[in-house]
């Protein structure tokens, strides 16, 4: 998150850590087997699920993204299933030119939590494990069913990234071609909602049921996707 903790870390502290601990990744793993441990969480526990929904926002939808399939796995009689909202993360060249690109921040990431990410992407891309904290190299990896959900102009990757308020006339087509960058990373996904504003996380506030495309609001779409209810579940802001 904005702290500098990781929903992926398998550290120690150390010196190099700044005495930080980052275990994000062995207390999930360790969350999900105690709680579908009958000797721990007695019948009916998460042992056994039918339908399982596991969901992140900002740095824990990167989390979703990474762990989801490990979830999947641990649970196979369950239907798993993850939104991540707002952990999408574009590779893309920072407006200011001083900053360090996503790509390099996330595979310095990588080294300074001791991170996990997602094994069938970490094999693709041998040396370059951070790149799979990335929406277009981590999502071809995913195998169990993801929804999406973020903003086009999602205002802390426009901050990272040398954007400030108010925006001059560059700033404002830098933030244009950010928005077509996002809709244009959204093309495989199945599943999304995308509104073309300044939002962040929606499933955390009263935007999951105020923030609306076409009259249709995120809580709509995530219902019709999970359900299988009649309606859609991919919706973009134009």
């Known amino acids: 998150d904005g702290h500098g903790r990781s929903p992926c870390g398998l550290g120690e502290a150390s010196t190099g850590t700044g005495g930080w601990h980052f275990r994000g990744a062995r207390i999930l ?12 969480t007695p019948h009916p526990n998460l042992g056994d699920a039918t339908d ?29 299933r993850g939104i991540d909202d707002a952990g999408w993360v574009l590779d893309i060249a920072p407006y ?16 300074f939590w001791s991170a996990t990410v997602d094994e069938t992407c970490a094999a693709s891309t041998p040396g370059g494990e951070g790149l799979c904290y990335l929406d277009g190299h981590s999502y071809p990896f995913v195998e169990a069913p993801l929804l999406v959900q973020i903003a086009q102009m999602d205002a802390p990757q426009l901050g990272l990234l040398g954007l400030s308020l108010p925006l001059d006339m560059d700033e404002r087509e830098y933030a244009r071609s950010f928005a ?35 009259g249709t609001t995120c809580r709509d779409v995530v219902g019709n996707w999970f359900f299988g209810r009649a309606g859609p579940t991919k919706l973009i802001g134009m």
């Not at 399982?52 to 239907?79: E, I, K, N, Q």
């Not at 001083?98 to 790509?103: F, L, W």
């Not at 093309?187 to 506030?205: I, K």
Request: proline share 7%.
């Open 96 to 111: 200011d030119p001083g900053i360090d690109s996503p790509a390099a921040v996330m595979q310095a990431g990588y080294g």
């Open 180 to 214: 077509q960058a996002i809709v244009d990373s959204l093309s495989p996904v199945g599943a999304c909602f995308s509104p073309l504003d300044r939002t962040h996380a929606l499933l955390t506030n009263d935007g999951f049921w105020t923030s609306e495309i076409g």
């Open 29 to 40: 793993r360790a969350a999900v087997d105690a709680l579908a441990d009958p000797s721990i």
């Open 52 to 80: 399982v929904l596991v969901t992140g926002s900002s740095a824990g939808g990167v989390g979703v993204l990474v762990h989801l399939d490990w979830v999947a796995a641990r649970l196979p009689s369950a239907s798993v």
